[in-house]
């Protein structure tokens, strides 16, 4: 537990996240809450397309760790969202992104400078370590760079999402890096997908032939819509998503 991490427990309590109850069984959820996000992870449901893979849907519970994870500081939320996708029989979204390749490069959407100097860290980096520690690939973090600050995507309908960040991330070539050319973008949540289509196109021009991507949550981009109105109500997500 970081420093950040204690001082969020200090102030939470030892209660889980997603129901409340204090009988407490590990860092995060009690004993009920686990076995149902285990259970959601085995057969997870994502957008349909053959080079996209999100581990876990968007449903109250998994909502509840992914704001705590964005917003409370506990960015090992990431960490533990990947391992608890794989336990006991493998979940079905882990096996697909095996049967990808071995040795795949974990590339995070990077956040804005000013946004991680203000949250201490990006919550993609650690989901995408984890996940390259559990398929055997490495982490990469200076493949892609963020151009420009945006503003929130989530009130966003798809057509102004792609707009949002069209041209918002910049990649290094392919040539002058001496990593797998079989990337994996990876980010926290899979609304539309134009974030992570924007980074994939500015990885194919810098010549990476081979993206793909996988992402901790699928929300369908109805509800993410809903979720925005009553986090802003609580005071969270209140710039970019
Ligand atoms: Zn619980």
Redesign the pocket.
Known sequence: MNIRESISFFFFGD???????SK?IDPW??????E?LIACGQHPIWPGKEDVVCLFPMNS?TRSLILAMKYKGMQKIASYLVANSSVGRKGEALQILESWGKNMSFVPVPVHNARKRERGYNQCEQAALELSLHCGGKLQTNVLKRRIYKPSQTSLGSGARSLNVAGAFEAKKAQNLKISPQIVVVDDVYTTGATTASCARALKRAGFESVKTCTLLYELPASARADMVADKKIGWRTEED
């Open positions: 209660s889980c996240l997603a129901c409340g109850n407490k959820l009690c004993h009920n809450c686990k149902e519970l």
